[in-house]
């Protein structure tokens, strides 16, 4: 099969299940990921919690789970990458990394996060994003329509042009409280980051705790117009 072939196919698929879906639960969307993929699909954590491995690993207990290591975390979201590899024995963490190590990159262009933010979110997500996503017909991310006013229309299930895959978010429709509520009920792990008020983590020098009152994702490079790393928008 060629790539356009396929890549026709998988929007297709994209398309009918955008509407076939539009009201699905996470659990079903989730169903239908595993029954359409099989194992080609990927769950994508930035390791601020583990709810979207929670609940992947109930239809796929040996999921692959993305984690964008841009050399930037904290170390908590480190720890907490480790901490659901032990709780999650059978999955597997697919760590994406620049192909700059972090003083390869400062010697060459200086602290770009400060002078260039777009472009260090270019070389340390977005590149390694596609170059793992072309690995795969899915990916599968923990977006919700709460967490800002950019993402206020996130489908479940929609096609990913710009990465060429199809695109699940399982909890697009989760309110603040659902999503608590689930982390309580299940014992999910949790970011320690987040019990002291970083609503939406992401890289260390980029993120700060939101100011009362705003989204969650207000903290992520405060005092710029940027509000998007660039891997959903």
């Known amino acids: 099969m060629t790539t356009t072939t396929r890549t026709d196919e998988l929007r297709a698929i994209a398309e009918a299940a955008s509407v076939e879906l539009a009201e699905a639960t996470a659990e079903e969307a989730l169903a239908w990921t595993a029954r359409t993929f099989g194992e080609n699909w990927i769950v994508a954590s930035n390791m601020q919690d583990a709810v979207l491995i929670d609940l992947a690993t109930k239809v796929r207990p040996d999921v692959d789970v993305l984690f964008l290591e841009t050399g930037y975390h904290f170390a908590e979201t480190i720890g907490t990458r480790d901490a659901v590899a032990t709780v999650y ?58 967490d800002a006013p950019t993402r206020a229309n996130t489908p479940i299930v929609q ?6 895959l199809v695109k699940v978010n399982p909890i697009a429709p989760w309110s603040d409280e659902e999503f608590r509520r689930y982390i309580d009920e299940h014992g999910v792990l949790e970011n320690p980051l987040v019990s002291e008020g970083y609503l939406s983590i992401g890289c260390a020098p980029c993120t700060s705790k939101p100011l009362p009152g705003q989204d969650p994702r207000s903290g992520r490079w405060a005092g710029k117009t940027k509000t998007e790393c660039g891997l959903h928008g």
């Open 89 to 146: 024995p059978e999955i597997t963490i697919v760590n994406a990394e620049a192909e700059q190590s972090v003083a390869d990159q400062e010697a060459e262009f200086g602290k770009l996060y400060q002078t260039e933010p777009d472009r260090c979110c270019f070389l340390r997500k977005v590149v390694p994003l596609r170059r793992t996503l072309a690995n795969y017909d899915c990916w599968v991310t923990g977006v919700r329509r709460v």
């Open 159 to 164: 096609w990913d042009e710009r990465n060429g």
